[in-house]
T-cell receptor, first 114, second 112 residues
Framework: DAGVTQSPTHLIKTRGQQVTLRCSPK?????VSWYQQALGQGPQFIFQ???????QRGNFPDRFSGHQFPNYSSELNVNALLLGDSALYLC?????????????FGEGSWLTVV | GNSVTQMEGPVTLSEEAFLTINCTYT??????LFWYVQYPGEGLQLLLK?????DKGSNKGFEATYRKETTSFHLEKGSVQVSDSAVYFC???????????FGDGTTLTVKP
């Protein structure tokens, strides 16, 4: 049973460009959440997708957007990249049927903005 | 809003020493509490969890007890190994599966 998979694992972008990160959730999971983890900090919640809609959002600007597909996979898009967007982007999946369900993380996508 | 505060690191211990990493939280109601571990270059792995007051989560020799009265969820291990060297994150989740609030992490280094 594959866990949460993310791609790409590493990428370098130039300030002002746009980036798309991808995530496939763990089998049986219907909810995908995205987190940003800056160096030396804990993950910060960006947003969450369920039933192909954004269900919750953290304190991130509209430059951060996403999508969920019918197979529950998800994309995170960041427009007009800033140097401060350099971070590890983590995807997490979970089941929606109970609040205390465990979330499973992928290994992340390292984004460097130069 | 919700918040999680972890003891500041880094923490350096000798092998077989006792480990405590403090974690306190602020939340309304009864959140679920988690400890995650992150090894170098990897994503987060769930270490243990507790979903209600007085529950004790345990895994791989690590333990933490959900203390509602002190809003704490301290991580302990009786005898650490070099392989336990990693960053440990305390987190809470409330009412929203998949949305968790994390502390800033505590780096543990265990020396032989």
């Amino acid at each position: 049973d594959a866990g949460v998979t993310q791609s790409p694992t590493h990428l370098i972008k130039t300030r002002g460009q746009q980036v798309t990160l991808r995530c496939s959730p763990k089998s049986g999971h219907d909810t995908v959440s995205w987190y940003q983890q800056a160096l030396g900090q804990g993950p910060q919640f960006i947003f969450q997708y369920y039933e192909e809609e954004e269900r919750q959002r953290g304190n991130f600007p509209d430059r951060f957007s996403g999508h969920q597909f019918p197979n529950y996979s998800s994309e995170l898009n960041v427009n007009a990249l800033l140097l401060g967007d350099s971070a590890l982007y983590l995807c997490a999946s979970s089941r929606s049927d109970r609040a205390g369900n465990t979330i499973y993380f992928g290994e992340g996508s390292w984004l460097t903005v130069v | 809003g919700n918040s999680v505060t972890q003891m500041e690191g880094p923490v350096t211990l000798s092998e077989e020493a006792f480990l405590t990493i403090n974690c306190t939280y602020t939340a309304t109601g009864y959140p679920s509490l988690f400890w995650y571990v992150q090894y170098p270059g990897e994503g987060l792995q769930l270490l243990l969890k507790a979903t209600k007051a007085d529950d004790k989560g345990s895994n791989k020799g690590f333990e933490a007890t959900y203390r509602k009265e002190t809003t704490s969820f301290h991580l302990e291990k009786g005898s650490v190994q070099v392989s336990d060297s990693a960053v440990y994150f305390c987190a809470l989740s409330q009412n929203a599966p998949g949305k968790s609030t994390f502390g800033d992490g505590t780096t543990l280094t265990v020396k032989p």
